[in-house]
């Protein structure tokens, strides 16, 4: 008899982080009510111990997916990332381990850039500040360092989804916008790309970072560049927290060289409402803090819960893996009456040629055969129109440089 894969009851999801009812929604209509749910994220040990038996695990930045956490999942077969970020995975590990990553990639572009809009309105009229003063029963009515954001500078430094709706926005409310990217991109309206990051923070009012996490950007904001800033210049961050350095800008404001400043994102974060924020940032009135809400409105919620849940479960349904940002990336068409196998691999020379020799020697016929590779990994769904049957599926199994192989139905 063959192996075949596992009811959809049996088929675990860890949601962790309060991810949006509506990624609960669309996992029970797709039939999968084996749900464990947690508002939080999870220190290692415990975050291992919920994995043990997890099909599929679903976070949002907090949850650290580290190559010792993921190894020590033995039934994960899928992560989802109800958010744009996918720094806090091993993205590497997972591949090696078969184990396909999902996010949502644009869904809270819009938020976050209206978030960093607003703050920029709000630090040139030094409302932070103000705001304090009057919680404290003091009276600020001045003028004095408040301006208007029509003509002013706006520097851009990652000039991707967010930051080019940044900059749209920005535009229309009279800003001269000037960016840095790494990759020469296409300006929209009159925006400028400028050569490097010096000449940006030279020339902006405001300087706003829209880059993700990697060696590269780590720390790409330290003293140098905070002293290359004009004098009472303003900075953004809703990126990630390693981008700056944190206790360099909290000197940059206690002397005056800059003006104010928003931040989103810190280079540690509670892992839940409930833990104490610590932050050299904090106490400082021209330092508006936010606790890592850039994408966190109703909107974006409920579209990445439905787009990150649809896939899982279209990953989990028919093996379809499009848009997954570590993986082969494989569209399977509808099916019916045929019996379908995953198989991923090291992509070497002779794998595939060892799986189709299982199928002659089988006799057994093939209906359809989709495949695709990447630098490491190749990932290769097999219809056909019997059951697997044991032999065939050990002898899959058994091919060297296998690294998973299941009956999906
Ligand atoms: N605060 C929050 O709640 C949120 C934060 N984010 C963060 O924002 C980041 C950016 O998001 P998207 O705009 O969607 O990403 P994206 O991938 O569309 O754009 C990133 C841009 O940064 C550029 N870049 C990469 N390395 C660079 C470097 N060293 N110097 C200059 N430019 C560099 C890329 O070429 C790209 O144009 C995400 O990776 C995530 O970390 C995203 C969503 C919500
Ligand atoms: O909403 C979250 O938890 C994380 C948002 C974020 O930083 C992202 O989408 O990359």
């Keep these: 008899m063959a192996s075949i894969s596992l009811e959809k009851s049996k088929i675990k999801f860890l949601l962790l982080e309060g991810v949006h009812q509506s990624a609960i929604d669309t996992l029970t209509a797709a039939g999968y009510t084996n749900i464990e749910y947690l508002k939080t994220s999870l220190p290692e040990d415990e975050l291992i111990a919920k994995l043990a038996d997890a099909h599929f695990v679903g976070i949002r930045s907090r949850t650290q997916l580290t190559a010792k956490v993921l190894a020590s999942a033995p039934k994960l077969i899928a992560v989802g990332c109800f958010c744009i970020g996918t720094n806090q995975v091993d993205l590497k590990a997972a591949e090696e381990l078969g184990i396909v990553v999902f996010n949502a990639p644009y869904s809270n572009t819009r938020s976050v850039a209206e978030l960093v809009i607003a703050e920029a309105i709000l630090l040139l009229r030094g409302i932070p500040e103000k705001n304090a003063v009057c919680h404290r029963g003091g009276w600020m009515k001045s003028a004095a360092d408040s301006y208007e954001i029509r003509g002013k500078t706006l520097g851009i430094i990652g000039y991707g989804s967010i930051g080019t709706q940044v900059s749209v926005l920005a535009e229309s409310l009279g800003m001269k916008v000037i960016f840095f990217d790494v990759v020469t991109k296409l300006p929209l309206g009159n925006a400028s790309q400028v050569r490097n990051l010096n000449e940006l923070l030279n020339r902006s009012d405001i300087v706003s970072l829209h880059v993700p996490e990697t060696a590269a950007?780590?720390?790409?904001?330290?003293?140098?560049?905070?002293?290359?800033?004009?004098?009472?210049?303003?900075?953004?961050?809703?990126?990630?927290?390693?981008?700056?350095?944190?206790?360099?800008?909290?000197?940059?404001?206690?002397?005056?060289?800059?003006?104010?400043?928003?931040?989103?994102?810190?280079?540690?974060?509670?892992?839940?409402?409930?833990?104490?924020?610590?932050?050299?940032?904090?106490?400082?009135?021209?330092?508006?803090?936010?606790?890592?809400?850039?994408?966190?409105?109703?909107?974006?919620?409920?579209?990445?819960?439905?787009?990150?849940?649809?896939?899982?479960?279209?990953?989990?349904?028919?093996?379809?893996?499009?848009?997954?940002?570590?993986?082969?990336?494989?569209?399977?068409?509808?099916?019916?009456?045929?019996?379908?196998?995953?198989?991923?691999?090291?992509?070497?020379?002779?794998?595939?040629?060892?799986?189709?020799?299982?199928?002659?020697?089988?006799?057994?016929?093939?209906?359809?055969?989709?495949?695709?590779?990447?630098?490491?990994?190749?990932?290769v769904v097999v219809d056909i129109d019997a059951e697997y049957s044991d032999v065939a599926l050990q002898q899959l199994k058994s091919i060297e440089g296998t690294m998973r192989c299941r009956v999906l139905f």
């Excluded at 944190?246 to 994102?265: N, P, R, Y």
């Excluded at 810190?266 to 104490?276: H, K, L, M, W, Y």
């Design 217 to 379: 950007t780590k720390m790409m904001i330290g003293p140098e560049e905070l002293a290359q800033m004009k004098d009472k210049a303003i900075l953004l961050n809703a990126s990630r927290g390693t981008v700056v350095d944190i206790e360099a800008l909290a000197e940059s404001l206690k002397s005056g060289k800059l003006g104010g400043t928003a931040i989103d994102v810190f280079p540690v974060e509670p892992r839940g409402n409930a833990d104490e924020f610590q932050s050299p940032l904090r106490g400082i009135d021209n330092a508006l803090l936010t606790p890592h809400i850039g994408g966190s409105t109703q909107e974006a919620q409920e579209n990445i819960g439905l787009e990150v849940a649809e896939k899982l479960v279209k990953y989990s349904d028919n093996g379809t893996t499009i848009t997954a940002v570590n993986f082969p990336e494989v569209a399977l068409p509808a099916h019916s009456d045929v019996h379908r196998l995953l198989h991923v691999h090291q992509n070497v020379p002779g794998v595939m040629s060892a799986i189709n020799s299982v199928f002659s020697e089988n006799n057994i016929n093939i209906l359809g055969q989709y495949l695709q590779t990447n630098d490491s990994v190749g990932y």
